[in-house]
């Protein structure tokens, strides 16, 4: 029992140091991918007296991808049976042009507002409609999620190695025996401890299993299918074996450096 609680002293902050770490990186990749899937879909229209030229937009946007005119003859068909043939013809040539203006990134709200003020500055523009309300809301959201993982993150850390030094102190008062000895002998101080480095490096490979396995099935969750499917992401770039070996680099670093840090304290008192 003893042996199982000292071991848990470290997997269980390792395990949550992991997790709000894969979260954040799950975030992150979710909004990634959102991010491509707007540069990808989404466009402006525009509505224009005249025709609209590829020169009169690169003046005015730094942003430009590509100008396509959006034929009106799907919609002018709905009324060819309602009108004489005179007034058909008169709302054709009445009709404006629309265009489809595509953008090589998303921009943000404020540079959005710069690029409508821009095209509104040419004469022939009469409505300019961005569509921005209905993409920012789960933009937002996403961005606002990653921003809570980076600061829970950040916290979960500072006290998993607090959490992880108070129980390599234990260790080191259960081997401390051995390690005057060795020391006696003239063994370095790496050599001392070993069996500190040992116990940390173990428990953060059973950590990092634990955590990849986690959100590997947490991945083949149908209520997270079906979020995704509703923002039209197919899913979430995660591998599992790429993953477990970065969570493990990174629970064996943090538990080296509180084995580190307590030798370190130790040594001083002496």
């Known amino acids: 029992m003893k042996f199982l609680k000292n071991h848990l002293s470290i997997i269980l902050p390792l395990i949550a140091l992991l997790s709000a770490y894969q979260f954040y990186i799950v975030v992150d990749r979710l909004v990634q991918n959102y991010e ?21 937009i690169l003046e005015k946007i730094d942003e430009y991808k590509s100008l396509k005119e959006i ?35 998303f921009p943000s709200n404020q540079r959005l507002a710069d690029i ?9 523009i009469k409505r300019v409609e961005t569509f ?3 993409h920012n809301q789960v933009y937002k959201l996403l961005v606002i999620l990653k921003k809570i993982s980076e600061f829970f993150g950040l916290s979960v850390f500072v006290i ?67 979020f995704l499917l509703d923002i039209d ?12 070996i970065i969570l493990t680099a990174i629970a064996i670093i943090t538990s080296l450096i509180s084995v580190f840090l307590t030798i370190a304290k130790h040594e001083d008192e002496q």
């Open 36 to 56: 491509h899937k707007l540069n990808d879909e989404y466009s402006i229209i525009l509505v224009s007296n005249t025709e609209l030229k590829e020169e009169d």
């Open 116 to 124: 409508e003020k821009a095209l509104y500055k040419l004469p022939t």
């Open 160 to 226: 998993s190695i607090l959490l992880i030094m108070k129980q390599v102190e234990v260790w080191k008062f259960e081997h401390i025996k051995r390690m005057n000895i060795m020391a006696l002998f003239g063994a370095p101080l790496w050599m001392r401890s070993a069996v500190l480095f040992r116990l940390a490096i173990i428990d953060s490979i059973v950590s990092s299993f634990i955590v990849s396995f986690g959100f590997y099935m947490f991945m083949k969750d149908d209520t997270l299918k079906e």
């Open 233 to 244: 992401i197919m899913k979430i770039d995660f591998n599992f074996t790429t993953d477990f």
């Open 132 to 134: 921005i309300k209905s």
């Open 71 to 105: 034929e009106p003859q799907s919609v002018l068909r709905k009324f060819e049976n309602q009108f004489s043939a005179s007034n058909y013809a008169l709302l054709k040539v009445s009709l404006p042009n629309f265009y489809k203006l595509s953008l090589n990134t």
